[in-house]
């Protein structure tokens, strides 16, 4: 196109008038309020959709409860419409042992932040991987304490400038990240282990494809799923919103590494001739 | 231009973030030059959609409907000349 | 010897029972089918009988992998509708404090056990050793026997309150061996928990929501609002508070010029050494709290009105001794003979528990006072 300032617009005001089907509506079904005071560009909405569409496709809102732990996302915990139990910063791993252990047919899902899961909460995921509960925790990992204004947590990678690593995160005064994907794929109790981004489509399609294979793995009873979504968060990396998809490729990803680390259903199905 | 698909764009939801824009394969999204109440700029659509859902998947503020026609449109891209 | 759990609807002929064994006994008799512990002393054998006798009956006992898993399992057990209990000593649950607390604002219902360490956790169970405006229900048994009872009955107000309930025992009461029957306690149909999370009202438009910051969800218009919540939980604490009858055992209070006031183990040794007492002349009494929480105030007030002075007993450097200052509200004087007495280890066997040496420190208030 030549001059795209000429290109008449489509009007999107409103339903089309020709024949249509809808394929996607504004909000998920289950997400109840779509509004929401999260910041511009912000990834974890972006990953919960993506979540609770799994859910649905699987048809499993029915036996779903999730458990939240704290921080900006815990703005979701009381608008979806799945049974929600909130847990406190770090420990949803054990709070979602104690609802499978009672309700094995249940479908139990964690949604905590890095801050939450890998700072606060380091144990109580490692435990329930080594356990091997078969629930599926799921990681929104934007490197940062978002919530609270923008700390370091125990994924904030090297270089990355926060406001108790305001030079810049040093091995030698702050240590460095822990990749926790890649612990959690090391325990013989995890059966499936993921890393993926919500900073681009073929990223988020990426994502939504692990959120399916993490609950697939937990209906068939194999253990612990683990999937950790990269997510963008601009305002807690003191970058323009929309820099942030390249700076989360550029800084996180180079470090945070995507890929399906661990999924022992994928073994067993190659074993099957 | 084949037109497969249409989207309604809730305006006022949108925060401007341009994650639609890089995630549209037809890249038939762009960031208008308006902003709405809350000051943000948002995307305006062209001719050739094809109701692939990358907008709406991407999108933090659910600012997107996706339709796709039973029939695709041929969608003119020239504007009509008013002399 | 051990005793073998049955359905509620029978008893069991009496058994030689570890005090930890009929605590056990006593959750299965109750509907418990949730435990989660870690082993510390000297509440370690309730873990163990807990994960003898849970399976048995279709329950799950986990050995936590710390008591922060601990509380975390129990407070999930206990959002699906299932009677949950955990427990440690002062130590561990110094650990639980920031989970019991929120447990308790998301109106969950628990049963916590302390096996302490002497009497110094008072504080800690009556005030709550968390954040925040809440409160627990305490019970504080005497012995073994009385044990059986309080352990179901925590359950009962735990569930009918929604609300966790503590029950403060000790080294003594969980290593004491004595004859007990496992009698259960009918307490007529569980309340309706239509608060449980199962996973089914997902995709209704009205998924339940089990949370310490409310329960009001955006789609209702509404969203958290702490200050509406933390005021409706004040509200209902008042009412728990008021709705729960407080209760004490007391003896030979009419006439006396000395009251002992004691709780838990040392309440034995109080009641043992005042009737040693009496059938010297001697002319005193003893109140027991058996509820801590809410504390049995009138009880003491009325035997500080009749009595010349109150004594407390207790195994710690004086806690109860504040609520019993705060009920006599200067009726009477009140005198601290209780104190710290350990073995070497903490553990709470204590040297002043002994009849003698208990009716040493009363007869030398009675000189005193005279």
């Given at each position: 196109?030549s001059?795209?300032?000429?290109?008449?617009?489509?009007?999107?005001?409103?339903?089309?008038?020709?024949?249509a089907?809808?394929?996607?509506?504004?909000?998920?079904?289950?997400?109840?309020?779509?509004?929401?005071?999260?910041?511009?560009?912000?990834?974890?909405?972006?990953?919960?959709?993506?979540?609770?569409?799994?859910i649905?496709?699987?048809?499993?809102?029915q036996?779903?409860?999730?458990?939240?732990?704290?921080?900006?996302?815990?703005?979701?915990s009381?608008?979806?419409?799945?049974?929600?139990?909130?847990?406190?910063?770090?420990?949803a791993p054990?709070?979602a042992?104690?609802?499978?252990?009672?309700?094995?047919?249940?479908?139990?899902?964690?949604?905590?932040?890095?801050?939450?899961?890998?700072?606060?909460?380091?144990?109580?995921?490692?435990?329930?991987?080594a356990?091997?509960?078969?629930?599926?925790?799921?990681?929104?990992?934007?490197?940062?304490?978002?919530?609270?204004?923008?700390?370091?947590?125990a994924?904030?990678?090297?270089?990355?400038?926060?406001?108790?690593?305001l030079?810049g995160?040093?091995?030698?005064?702050?240590?460095?990240?822990?990749?926790?994907?890649d612990?959690?794929?090391?325990?013989?109790?995890?059966?499936?282990?993921?890393?993926?981004?919500?900073?681009?489509?073929?990223?988020?399609?990426?994502?939504?494809?692990?959120?399916?294979?993490?609950?697939?793995?937990?209906?068939?009873?194999?253990?612990?799923?683990?999937?950790?979504?990269?997510?963008?968060?601009?305002?807690?990396?003191?970058?323009?919103t929309?820099?942030?998809?390249?700076?989360?490729?550029?800084?996180?990803?180079?470090?945070?590494?995507?890929?399906?680390?661990?999924?022992?259903?994928?073994?067993?199905?190659?074993?099957?001739? | 231009?084949?037109?497969?698909?249409?989207?309604?764009?809730?305006v006022?939801?949108?925060?401007?973030?341009?994650?639609?824009?890089?995630?549209c394969?037809?890249?038939?999204?762009?960031?208008?030059?308006?902003?709405?109440?809350?000051?943000?700029?948002?995307?305006?659509?062209?001719?050739?959609?094809?109701?692939?859902?990358a907008?709406?998947?991407?999108?933090?503020?659910?600012?997107?409907?996706?339709?796709?026609?039973?029939?695709?449109?041929?969608?003119?891209?020239?504007?009509?000349?008013?002399? | 010897?051990?005793a073998i759990?049955?359905?509620?609807?029978?008893?069991?002929?009496?058994?030689?029972?570890?005090?930890s064994?009929?605590?056990?006994?006593?959750?299965?008799?109750?509907?418990c089918?949730?435990?989660?512990?870690?082993?510390?002393?000297?509440?370690?054998?309730?873990?163990?009988?807990?994960?003898?006798?849970?399976?048995?009956?279709g329950?799950?006992?986990?050995?936590?992998?710390?008591?922060?898993?601990?509380?975390?399992m129990?407070?999930?057990?206990?959002?699906t509708?299932?009677?949950?209990?955990?427990?440690?000593?002062?130590?561990?649950?110094?650990?639980?404090?920031?989970?019991?607390?929120?447990?308790?604002?998301?109106?969950?219902?628990l049963?916590?056990l302390?096996?302490?360490?002497?009497?110094?956790?008072?504080?800690?169970?009556?005030?709550g050793?968390?954040?925040?405006?809440?409160r627990?229900?305490?019970?504080?048994?005497?012995?073994?026997?009385?044990a059986?009872?309080?352990?179901?009955?925590?359950?009962?107000?735990?569930?009918?309150?929604?609300?966790?309930?503590?029950?403060?025992?000790?080294?003594?009461?969980?290593h004491?061996?004595?004859?007990?029957?496992?009698?259960?306690?009918?307490?007529?149909?569980?309340?309706?928990?239509?608060?449980?999370?199962?996973?089914?009202?997902g995709?209704?438009?009205?998924?339940?929501?089990?949370?310490?910051?409310?329960?009001?969800?955006?789609?209702?218009?509404?969203?958290?609002?702490?200050?509406?919540?933390?005021?409706?939980?004040?509200?209902?604490?008042?009412?728990?508070?008021?709705?729960?009858?407080?209760?004490?055992?007391?003896?030979?209070?009419?006439?006396?010029?000395?009251v002992?006031?004691?709780?838990?183990?040392?309440?034995?040794?109080?009641?043992?050494?005042?009737r040693?007492?009496?059938?010297?002349?001697?002319?005193?009494?003893?109140?027991?709290?058996?509820?801590?929480?809410?504390?049995?105030?009138?009880?003491?007030?009325?035997?500080?009105?009749?009595?010349?002075?109150?004594?407390?007993?207790?195994?710690?450097?004086?806690?109860?001794?504040?609520d019993?200052?705060?009920?006599?509200?200067?009726?009477?004087?009140?005198e601290?003979?209780?104190?710290?007495?350990?073995d070497?280890?903490?553990?709470?066997?204590?040297?002043?528990?002994?009849?003698?040496?208990?009716?040493?420190?009363?007869?030398?208030?009675v000189?005193?006072?005279?």
């Amino acid at each position: 196109m030549s001059d795209r300032s000429r290109i008449p617009l489509v009007p999107t005001g409103t339903p089309p008038s020709q024949p249509a089907r809808l394929v996607d509506d504004f909000t998920p079904s289950l997400v109840d309020v779509g509004a929401h005071h999260l910041c511009p560009g912000c990834g974890e909405p972006i990953a919960i959709r993506s979540l609770v569409e799994a859910i649905d496709e699987l048809a499993l809102a029915q036996r779903t409860i999730a458990v939240f732990g704290i921080g900006c996302y815990t703005a979701f915990s009381n608008n979806l419409d799945v049974e929600v139990l909130q847990a406190l910063h770090g420990r949803a791993p054990s709070v979602a042992t104690g609802v499978k252990r009672c309700l094995p047919d249940s479908v139990v899902v964690t949604v905590q932040g890095d801050g939450d899961m890998v700072s606060e909460g380091l144990q109580e995921v490692l435990h329930a991987a080594a356990r091997g509960e078969s629930i599926t925790c799921v990681m929104l990992n934007n490197g940062v304490f978002g919530e609270t204004g923008g700390h370091m947590t125990a994924t904030t990678v090297l270089g990355q400038r926060t406001k108790t690593s305001l030079d810049g995160r040093d091995p030698a005064t702050h240590g460095r990240p822990i990749l926790l994907a890649d612990l959690v794929a090391r325990l013989d109790g995890a059966g499936f282990v993921a890393r993926c981004a919500v900073n681009s489509a073929g990223e988020l399609a990426r994502t939504h494809r692990a959120l399916r294979r993490a609950l697939e793995t937990q209906l068939a009873g194999a253990e612990l799923s683990f999937v950790e979504i990269l997510t963008m968060c601009p305002t807690g990396w003191f970058v323009e919103t929309t820099e942030a998809p390249r700076y989360l490729a550029e800084n996180l990803g180079s470090v945070h590494r995507a890929g399906v680390l661990k999924d022992v259903l994928a073994e067993t199905d190659a074993a099957v001739p | 231009m084949l037109t497969r698909g249409t989207l309604v764009i809730d305006v006022e939801a949108c925060k401007g973030c341009e994650l639609c824009i890089d995630a549209c394969p037809p890249r038939v999204l762009t960031m208008g030059t308006d902003v709405n109440a809350r000051g943000y700029r948002f995307p305006v659509l062209a001719p050739g959609c094809t109701g692939c859902k990358a907008c709406s998947q991407i999108c933090p503020d659910f600012v997107f409907q996706v339709y796709k026609y039973e029939t695709p449109l041929e969608l003119s891209t020239r504007r009509e000349d008013p002399s | 010897m051990s005793a073998i759990a049955t359905p509620a609807t029978t008893s069991v002929p009496r058994h030689l029972l570890q005090g930890s064994e009929a605590i056990a006994d006593a959750m299965v008799v109750a509907g418990c089918r949730f435990f989660a512990g870690y082993p510390m002393t000297p509440f370690t054998e309730v873990l163990e009988e807990m994960a003898k006798k849970l399976p048995a009956v279709g329950g799950v006992c986990m050995n936590a992998e710390s008591e922060l898993e601990a509380i975390g399992m129990a407070w999930g057990a206990a959002a699906t509708g299932t009677p949950a209990a955990t427990g440690s000593t002062g130590q561990g649950l110094s650990l639980m404090q920031e989970s019991l607390s929120e447990i308790t604002l998301a109106r969950l219902p628990l049963v916590v056990l302390n096996m302490a360490r002497a009497q110094g956790d008072y504080w800690q169970a009556t005030r709550g050793g968390g954040h925040g405006d809440y409160r627990h229900l305490v019970l504080a048994p005497v012995d073994v026997t009385e044990a059986v009872e309080l352990v179901q009955r925590a359950f009962h107000l735990a569930e009918v309150w929604r609300n966790p309930v503590l029950v403060l025992g000790d080294y003594y009461l969980a290593h004491t061996a004595r004859a007990v029957d496992i009698t259960p306690v009918d307490y007529g149909p569980r309340p309706p928990r239509d608060w449980a999370l199962s996973g089914a009202t997902g995709g209704s438009g009205a998924a339940k929501l089990v949370s310490f910051l409310g329960s009001a969800k955006q789609g209702d218009g509404v969203g958290y609002d702490l200050a509406v919540h933390y005021a409706a939980c004040a509200d209902h604490t008042e009412a728990m508070l008021r709705g729960v009858p407080p209760e004490a055992e007391e003896g030979y209070v009419e006439d006396a010029d000395v009251v002992v006031v004691a709780f838990g183990t040392p309440g034995a040794y109080v009641r043992a050494a005042v009737r040693s007492l009496r059938a010297d002349g001697v002319r005193v009494g003893w109140v027991r709290p058996v509820t801590l929480v809410p504390f049995p105030s009138a009880v003491v007030a009325a035997a500080a009105r009749r009595a010349n002075v109150i004594a407390v007993f207790e195994n710690n450097a004086g806690q109860m001794l504040d609520d019993v200052r705060l009920a006599v509200l200067g009726e009477a004087p009140v005198e601290f003979i209780g104190g710290l007495s350990l073995d070497a280890s903490g553990f709470g066997i204590a040297p002043m528990l002994d009849v003698s040496e208990v009716r040493r420190r009363i007869l030398d208030v009675v000189e005193r006072r005279q």
